[in-house]
């Protein structure tokens, strides 16, 4: 039976997770694992809505690969999240998964998925897990602020509060706001004295305002490239699209492109500029320099219109048109809108949080997952590290109200 937040107030209280996300969920379990008695409140009609959207293309959980080499991906924020990814690093998750009953296998990039390609399952037998341990789920509970010591939410029957013995906020950062990441919650964590970092757009797109020649082509990955801007560089597939570029190739170098690196690509990632030189500067005859391209090079498709749509007029010199081919620089418009970037940089600052991701201006009150001023590549190192932060904040509430330590009030 659900207990009512009159009656919080009264029995004993709970441990407090605002946001059903996977850092969220991960606080969850621990927290109950060490006996509390666990409120998740949601402001959506149902819990995981991102995680479930990942996973409609194949549920890329972690990255397979040495711990020093994950670390890496995540930046400037590696240093604070050491010790949370060590807890939980790749080789935890896979093993977390297959305690939920998941067939797991790696790819050859080192991309670890379920063999079903798919995130309902684990979901599934996550919250099965969650539920057999006492947490209780509230959808539709929207968190609105404080009054005093207790949260307050919007719910479907009004407002409601609920007093806990701790909490933790997993919120989401501020991108895809349809599936709950609405980084609404900043203002009222500023109120409360909160040191925040701006949102910006991660893992993002790019816009890019095609000419009509590209219209044939859109639709068409874009393979066997490496994208670089600034000192990253990527061999991931990209895709033409309507308004730009999009995928993992382009993902993966958004960081920099959106701090103002210049953004190139090479289209012959595997042949060196001299010997593409060589090959340009074989007698073409009367063919034009498009079939010269094709047939001395293969150049065809996608790389084809994207060399057309950046680098006309091309060079006829061969060592010029060589190095155009290796560098090809991509004009673009920006980064797509915040709300359609996967993920987005900004948040709690690593500043306003302790070593246990206790928020100092708030005791009592921990944070986790992307909400927190972090950002990671796509390819598993998301969701680990909202794994890892979930875990960690969850495990640290849960010692602070072992401690007994009452929350001031607010």
């Known amino acids: 039976m659900r207990i009512s937040a009159e009656t919080e107030r009264h029995a004993v209280k709970p441990a407090l997770v605002i946001g059903a996300g996977p850092a969220g969920l991960m606080a969850a379990g621990e927290l109950a694992r060490a006996g509390l008695p666990v409120v998740v409140a949601e402001a959506k009609p149902s819990v995981a809505r991102k995680f479930l959207m990942a996973g409609k293309s194949g549920l890329n959980l972690t990255k397979n690969e040495p711990f020093e080499q994950l670390l890496s991906a995540y930046g400037n924020a590696a240093g604070w999240l050491r010790p949370m990814l060590a807890e939980f690093d790749a080789e935890a998750v896979q093993h977390w998964a297959q305690d939920l009953g998941q067939e797991l296998f790696t790819g050859s990039t080192g991309r670890v998925f379920p063999k079903v390609m798919k995130a309902s399952p684990l979901?599934?037998?996550?919250?099965a897990e969650l539920a057999a341990q006492g947490v209780d789920i509230r959808t539709r509970w929207r968190w609105t602020g404080w009054d005093g010591e207790a949260f307050v939410f919007d719910t479907p029957i009004g407002a409601q509060q609920i007093q806990p013995v701790v909490t933790v906020l997993a919120l989401g950062g501020a991108s895809w706001a349809r599936l709950g990441s609405d980084g609404q919650w900043a203002a009222l964590l500023e109120a409360h004295?909160?040191?925040?970092s701006p949102f910006t757009?991660?893992?993002?797109?790019?816009?890019?305002?095609?000419s009509d020649h590209m219209t044939p082509h859109v639709g068409e990955p874009v393979k066997n490239v490496t994208w670089r801007a600034g000192t990253l560089s990527s061999r991931g597939e990209a895709v033409i699209s309507a308004r730009g570029l999009e995928g993992g190739g382009i993902?993966?170098?958004?960081?920099?492109?959106?701090?103002?690196?210049a953004l190139t690509v090479d289209l012959f990632p595997d042949l060196a500029e001299a010997e593409l030189s060589r090959r340009?500067?074989?007698?073409?005859?009367?063919?034009?320099?498009?079939?010269?391209?094709?047939?001395?090079?293969?150049?065809?498709?996608a790389r084809a219109a994207l060399l057309m749509e950046f680098g006309r007029p091309?060079?006829?010199?061969?060592p010029a048109l060589a190095a155009m081919l290796k560098a090809l620089p991509v004009r673009h418009a920006g980064p797509r809108p915040m709300d359609e970037a996967i993920s987005t940089a900004g948040g709690v600052a690593r500043t306003a949080l302790d070593e246990t991701l206790m928020i100092r201006a708030l005791p009592g009150v921990f944070c986790a997952g992307e909400m927190m001023d972090w950002e990671a590549p796509?390819?598993?190192y998301l969701l680990t590290g909202c794994f890892a932060t979930g875990r960690w904040a969850g495990r640290a509430a849960a010692s602070w109200a072992q401690a007994g330590v009452s929350a001031p009030m607010r």
């Open 251 to 261: 993902y993966s170098v958004s960081t920099a492109v959106r701090d103002g690196a």
């Open 280 to 301: 340009l500067a074989k007698p073409r005859g009367k063919a034009s320099l498009s079939a010269h391209l094709r047939k001395s090079l293969n150049l065809s498709g």
């Open 201 to 210: 757009p991660a893992n993002a797109g790019l816009l890019v305002h095609w």
């Open 193 to 196: 004295g909160v040191d925040l």
């Open 123 to 127: 979901l599934r037998a996550w919250l």
């Open 314 to 318: 091309l060079p006829q010199d061969p």
């Open 378 to 380: 796509t390819g598993g």
